[in-house]
């Protein structure tokens, strides 16, 4: 058992989705639909699959196996979608990166659909929280700010001053996005002694308004260093970010 919240639903779940989802390609809304559907393929997060009256006429080629291509001017992808009836009939599924951009309502979201049954609250904590690589100290504070996400282990935001950059080797062109936080602005290497470990800290500058407070400040995956609450030192989480 995890010291954190699992996922709250079983493959197969399938869900209303009471939001207006638009998908965009080439500058085309795609897909426009009220009436999509979650459909969880795993626990962690569903897929949205659209009724095929909600597709832009014209959009799809017909392929094999229940798949189709996306066509838009001169634009083409390939084995973009499909339809899969023993899943839910009558609904088509996109694959998320075939299409340029997917709004939720009007705001725009990044790597798959939002979980109705994810929680995610950044609070602010006087927590003694230390994080350490092979016995050298990356990042000690009594205020950092926890961010706690249904399905993963907490992870702690330090504010920059509260940071060795010493240890720290910057990643430039490096991004990664996540559906509830936004688009990272920063990520980091970190070297101790003659060793590079690769990607372990990040920032958001700017991210999504429900996690405003970690705005700016710095992370390390919990699976990669080790982190002590109030002297107590943590287990290294083994999720699908374990190296």
Not at 77 to 91: C, E, F, R, T, Y
Request: net charge negative.
């Amino acid at each position: 058992m995890t010291d954190y919240p699992a996922a709250a639903v079983q493959a197969g779940h399938v869900e209303p989705v009471p939001r207006r989802v638009r998908g965009v390609l080439a500058g085309k809304t795609i897909v426009d639909s009220t009436r999509a559907k979650y459909v969880w393929e795993w626990p962690y997060y569903p897929q949205f699959y659209f009724p095929l009256d909600d597709v832009l006429p014209g959009a799809l080629v017909s392929g094999d196996d229940g798949r189709f291509s996306l066509r838009v001017g001169e634009v083409e992808k390939p084995a973009a979608a499909w339809v899969n009836d023993s899943v839910l009939p009558g609904h088509l599924r996109f694959e998320w990166d075939a299409l340029d951009a997917w709004f939720e309502e009007d705001e725009q979201v990044f790597v798959h659909p939002r979980n109705p049954y994810t929680r995610v609250d950044a609070l602010r904590s006087t927590r003694h929280v230390r994080v350490r690589l092979n016995g050298v100290t990356l990042a000690e504070s009594s205020s950092p700010v926890l961010l706690f996400e249904t399905g993963l282990p907490t992870r702690y935001y330090f504010n920059r001053t509260e940071v060795d950059f010493t240890h720290l080797v910057a990643e430039p062109g490096m991004v990664t996005a996540c559906p509830y936080k936004g688009e990272t602005s920063g990520y980091w290497s970190v070297r101790v002694g003659d060793v590079l470990h690769e990607h372990l800290a990040w920032t958001y500058a700017y991210p999504a308004a429900a996690v405003q407070p970690i705005a700016g400040l710095v992370a390390f995956y919990n699976e990669m260093v080790d982190i002590e609450v109030d002297g107590e030192l943590l287990p290294r989480p083994r999720t699908h970010f374990s190296q």
